[in-house]
């Protein structure tokens, strides 16, 4: 899984949110580091839809006054799944880097 779709996934996390908020939320969760354009996020959200693990969400009740045209994403248990199957994949990267020292 590439950086960038396992930040989409942890940003979907949360609940639905639109292409823009999710874009806000990666740079505001990696301090910048990460800075997705439109055209790679909408071609990562299309491949995550295709392999179901997102799925298009209906507009949340706070929204309902917003731009008609955004379209909202959401996780599926799949997409979660794959989420966690991956945490728990860095998550033993991590501990292979303590153990030798890399990190604190």
């Known amino acids: 899984m590439t950086p960038q779709v396992f930040q989409i996934l ?10 823009y908020a999710i874009i ?10 990460m800075q997705l354009t439109a055209s790679t996020l909408y071609d990562a959200l299309a491949r995550l839809a295709d392999q179901a693990l997102i799925a ?10 917003s731009d008609s045209r955004r379209r909202y994403y959401q996780l599926t248990a799949a997409g979660r799944a794959a989420a966690e ?6 998550s033993r990267l991590l501990e292979m880097a303590k153990a030798k020292r890399f990190i604190a």
């Not at 806000?24 to 580091?33: F, G, H, K, Q, V």
Request: hydrophobic residues 35%.
């Open 85 to 90: 199957h991956e945490s728990s994949r860095l």
């Open 24 to 33: 806000a939320d990666i740079r505001e969760r990696t301090s910048d580091e």
């Open 10 to 19: 942890l940003s979907l996390a949360d609940g639905p949110k639109h292409g």
């Open 56 to 65: 298009e969400a209906a507009a949340p009740a706070d929204a309902a006054s």
